[in-house]
């Protein structure tokens, strides 16, 4: 039987996968996987054969840390921090081996493998609007990514963009075995080494960031991540769409860590609160509760979810009343 074609099995509540109340005294989740065995199965049910989409698991390992370390009370204040974290522990490992990559050799001569190195030393380790290192590493390891897929695709004579195959998130771990490791037999034909190989990686680094940003240490990660929240509606608008859009900003954090954020896609709320400590509770939204674009709240608390300030859960004191009247009556 086909795996599309296997009937949902039906179970009682008490099957259904669950945890609760972990040894550890923390929940997480980050989109990662939670379950194993035939609990995954049920939650997955058709796609476990497949594979399920789960995230590749940094983001879910630092919210872990993050909570693990957090002494107890904890306070809506601590929940705060673990949510604007945005530090590139996932990339830290990629920034040496870049530096290894780029040593006095290969710098020798070559103004642009000089220019990279650089920059790839001034590394502060977190996805923040002005660091060129982090957005300089990052391009690294998808060039790397990018050309290893390619390479191993070509052994094997098939066409990577014809047959529309890309890796998934969990090629992490192979990527980093294939290029440490650097096991002769799967190099591509017409690579004479690994080591070229990786300068190759590196040049392509240089080269596809130098077309944007003619000096590298100027080419920081804000440029790239500009956030522009739009309304649905808004692209068939024209030039009418500001008055729909959010303003367009340039905000830290990116996909691996947990503050998740991107052009397109980010944290929809941001909220936390205590029972009995209500007042110490915030709440992030990337806009406000009038769904009227003219009115003055519209865009209410957009600022607030952009910086990470945190904004009172609790309503404050009443400013404005609105009066609902009913319209005159129609007559037969």
């Excluded at 609990?39 to 399920?52: C, K, P, Q, S, Y």
């Amino acid at each position: 039987m086909s795996t599309r074609s296997r009937p949902v099995a039906w179970r009682e509540r008490n099957e259904q996968p669950a945890i609760i109340d972990p040894a550890a005294g923390r929940l997480w989740s980050a989109n990662a996987k939670s379950v194993l065995g035939d609990a995954e199965r049920v939650i997955g049910n058709d796609e476990t054969d497949g594979g399920m989409s789960y995230d590749l698991g940094a983001r879910a390992r630092q919210i872990r840390d993050g909570l693990l370390a957090l002494q107890a009370p904890a306070t809506p204040a601590d929940m705060l921090a673990i949510q604007l974290d945005d530090r590139a522990l996932l990339l830290e490992r990629w920034q040496r081996l870049l530096l290894g990559v780029l040593d006095p050799a290969a710098v020798s001569g070559s103004p642009q493998r000089a220019a990279l190195r650089s920059v790839v030393v001034q590394w502060d380790g977190r996805a923040a609007v002005d660091s060129a290192s982090y957005r300089v590493v990052r391009e690294f390891r998808e060039q790397a990514r990018r050309a290893t897929w390619q390479m191993l695709l070509g052994s094997l004579n098939i066409d990577a963009g014809a047959a529309g195959f890309q890796p998934g998130d969990f090629f992490e771990d192979s990527l980093w075995r294939l290029v440490t490791e650097q096991p002769p037999h799967l190099l591509g034909a017409g690579q004479p080494s690994w080591r070229a190989f990786m300068l190759e990686v590196a040049d392509a680094t240089a080269a596809s960031l130098g077309a944007e940003c003619p000096n590298l240490d100027e080419c920081r990660w804000g440029a790239r991540n500009l956030v522009r929240v739009r309304h649905p509606l808004s692209s068939s608008l024209g030039p009418l769409a500001r008055w729909l859009d959010m303003p367009a900003v340039a905000l830290p954090g990116d996909n691996d860590m947990p503050r998740v954020q991107a052009p397109r896609f980010g944290a929809s709320e941001r909220f936390a609160v205590a029972p009995g400590r209500e007042a110490e509770g915030y709440l992030q939204l990337p806009g406000g509760q009038s769904g009227h674009p003219l009115s003055p709240f519209y865009r209410a608390g957009f600022d607030d979810w952009a910086s990470g300030r945190p904004r009172s859960f609790l309503p404050g004191p009443s400013r404005h009343k609105l009066t609902i009247l009913p319209g005159p009556r129609e007559t037969p």
